[in-house]
C-alpha cells in the first residue's frame, strides 16, 4: 500500500496544499513550527479517524475557517481514495469520511483500511506511561487487523458504561439489581473473545519483538511484553460467575471494577525486571521503535500488504548507527516511509529519498 498523494485545505496551518510522494522514502524538512508534523497528522487522521494529538476536531480547522478536507490517493489492490471531511455546524463539528466516494458509518468499516504505523515523539510513554497508554495501544493494533475485535471493543464499550450505571443507581433503587443479569451475561460473553484475542496477538508480537529490539539496538536483552488480564479466567461462564461473587464490591465502589478496563500488559527486559525501572532514554525509545516495528510486521503478515510508515523526529535522539539501523530494517522491508525532521542532515545516511521543504505554511520539492 502507497500514498500517491495527499491534499489538505484549509487543515491546520495549510490553505490548499497538495503534495505527492515516493514510493520510497520520503524527508520534510523545515523550521520548528512550520507544519511538518501536521502533514504526518492529515496522513493519520485518514488512518485512524483521530488525531495522535489530545484536540478536538474544531483545532485541526484552520483558524477562523469553518471546515477542514483531506484527501489521500493510495495506490492498492483494495481503495484507491480516502476522503475526511469536518465542518462546523452550529459550532459542532461534523465529521464525514469517504472510502472510494462512498460514506462510510461504521468505524469499524474504515479502521485498519489504510495501513499507517506512526512514531511518534511520545511513544515512550507506551513503555514508561500509565497502564492505559499501552492498552490503548494493543486495543489499536489489534483493532486495525481484526475487524471482530473493535466491533467487540465497541461493544464492550457500551455494556460497561451501561453495567456502571446501573452500579451506581443500585444502593437507591435495590430492586433495579436484577438488571445486571443482562449485562453480566453481555460482559462475560464479550470480555472472554478480547481476552483470548489479546492474549492470541501479544504472542505473535513478542515473536518479532525481542528480535526486533536487539537488531536495532545491538543489545542482547531479554525483552518481553507481558499481558496479565486482571480476570483469573477467560471461560464466558467463568467469567459470570467472577462477576456474581464481586457484586457487593463493585455495588460498594460503583464501578466494575475487574475486566479488559483493567488489564495490563508490562515490558520486562534482563532479570526478569520491569523495562522501565532500568532501562535509559535511549533505550525506551529504540524499544519504543522495536514496538512499532512489530506493529509493522504484524499488520503486514495479516494484510499481506506492507503499511506506510510515518516517522515524526524520532531518529533524532539517537546515535547514529542506531538511526542507520531503523532506517535500514525499513528500507529493507520496501515500506514507504514519511520522515519528519527540523534538518534534512538527520537523515543523510540514506541515500536516496524525497525532499519536501516546508516554508511559509507551502510544501516545495
Ligand atoms: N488550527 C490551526 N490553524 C492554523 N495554524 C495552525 C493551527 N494549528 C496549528 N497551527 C500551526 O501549526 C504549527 C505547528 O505545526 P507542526 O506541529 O506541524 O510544526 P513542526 O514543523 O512539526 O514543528 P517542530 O519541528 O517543532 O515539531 C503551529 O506553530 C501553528 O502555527
Ligand atoms: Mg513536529
Not at 520510497?24 to 507544519?35: Q, T
Request: hydrophobic residues 35%.
Amino acid at each position: 500500500m502507497l500514498i500517491e498523494r495527499l491534499l489538505l485545505k484549509t487543515f491546520r496551518n495549510y490553505v490548499y496544499e497538495a503534495i505527492t510522494f515516493s514510493p520510497k522514502i520520503n524527508v520534510i524538512s523545515g523550521a520548528n513550527g512550520s507544519g511538518k508534523t501536521n502533514i504526518l497528522e492529515a496522513i493519520y487522521i485518514a488512518s485512524h479517524i483521530k488525531s495522535f494529538r489530545n484536540c478536538i476536531d474544531r483545532d485541526i480547522i484552520q483558524w477562523g475557517k469553518n471546515e477542514y478536507y483531506i484527501s489521500v490517493d493510495v495506490k492498492s489492490d483494495v481503495i484507491s481514495t480516502i476522503e475526511v471531511g469536518v465542518s462546523l455546524r452550529d459550532e459542532h463539528p461534523e465529521k464525514k469520511i469517504k472510502i472510494d466516494g462512498k460514506e462510510i458509518k461504521k468505524i469499524s468499516d474504515f479502521y485498519g483500511i489504510l495501513n499507517v504505523v506512526a512514531f511518534f515523539p511520545d511513544d515512550t510513554a507506551i513503555i514508561s506511561g500509565p497502564p492505559d497508554i499501552i492498552r490503548r495501544y494493543f486495543d489499536s493494533l489489534i483493532s486495525k487487523v481484526d475487524k471482530e475485535y473493535i466491533e467487540l471493543l465497541t461493544s464492550f464499550k457500551k455494556i460497561i458504561k451501561n453495567r456502571n450505571r446501573l452500579l451506581k443507581d443500585i444502593p437507591q433503587k435495590r430492586d433495579i439489581i436484577k438488571q445486571l443479569d443482562i449485562w453480566d451475561s453481555m460482559f462475560s460473553d464479550c470480555t472472554s473473545t478480547l481476552v483470548k484475542k489479546r492474549k492470541y496477538y501479544i504472542e505473535n508480537y513478542n515473536i518479532y519483538f525481542k528480535t526486533l529490539y536487539n537488531e536495532i539496538s545491538r543489545f542482547n536483552d531479554n525483552i518481553i511484553i507481558q499481558y496479565h488480564p486482571s480476570l483469573f479466567t477467560e471461560n464466558a461462564e467463568d467469567i459470570k460467575n467472577e462477576l456474581i461473587s464481586r457484586r457487593n464490591i463493585d455495588i460498594k465502589m460503583g464501578t466494575t471494577t475487574l475486566g479488559p478496563h483493567r488489564d495490563m500488559y508490562v515490558v520486562y527486559g534482563n532479570e526478569n525486571k520491569t523495562f522501565k525501572s532500568y532501562a535509559s532514554t535511549g533505550q525506551r525509545r529504540l524499544a519504543s521503535i522495536a514496538m512499532k516495528l512489530s506493529e509493522v510486521s504484524i499488520i503486514d503478515k495479516v494484510k499481506k500488504s506492507k503499511s506506510i510508515v510515518l516517522l515524526d523526529d524520532v531518529l533524532s535522539e539517537l546515535d547514529v548507527d542506531r538511526r542507520k539501523n531503523v532506517l535500514q530494517k525499513l528500507i529493507d522491508g520496501h515500506h514507504q516511509v514519511i520522515i519528519t525532521c527540523a534538518s534534512s542532515n538527520d537523515v543523510t545516511i540514506v541515500d536516496n529519498f524525497k525532499h519536501l521543504k516546508v516554508v511559509n505554511n507551502t510544501v516545495s520539492e
